[in-house]
């Protein structure tokens, strides 16, 4: 199947934002500390340093492995919304376009955040 750049863009941004919401956002919390401890730390400088460790279990060690590092959560999120887009098109694409849009405003509001 031939994807246009368009598509591409979308399922860019979706898979961005989705990997966000379970990786960052406060909102999921209550499913990343299902699999994940957070353990926090003092540095030799007083700052707070918060490591996140898996919890033990096959099952809740390799979800809490996955949402741990943004990159592996990118790769399966991705997967997921490629293969929801192409096996059911017309219900993925508000999912899409939804998280799309909001990948692309949060992209936006940091870049402003930044100049200013």
């Known amino acids: ?4 750049f368009l598509e591409l ?3 860019g941004l979706s898979s961005f ?3 966000r919401l379970f990786v960052f956002d406060k909102i999921t919390v209550f499913i990343r ?11 030799e400088n007083g700052q707070k340093e918060i490591y ?16 741990s590092c943004y990159w592996c959560t990118g790769v399966w999120s991705s997967i997921f919304l490629c293969t929801i887009y192409l096996l059911f098109p017309s219900v993925a694409v508000p999912v899409l376009l939804v998280l799309a849009v909001s990948g692309l405003a949060a992209i936006i509001e940091t870049a402003i ?4």
């Open 1 to 4: 199947m031939d994807i246009t």
């Open 9 to 11: 863009l979308i399922l």
């Open 17 to 19: 934002r989705l990997t």
């Open 33 to 43: 500390n299902y699999f994940i401890d957070e353990i926090e730390e003092l540095d």
């Open 52 to 67: 996140l460790v898996p919890k033990q279990g096959v099952v809740k060690g390799f979800i809490g492995e996955l949402l």
């Open 113 to 116: 955040q930044l100049w200013l």
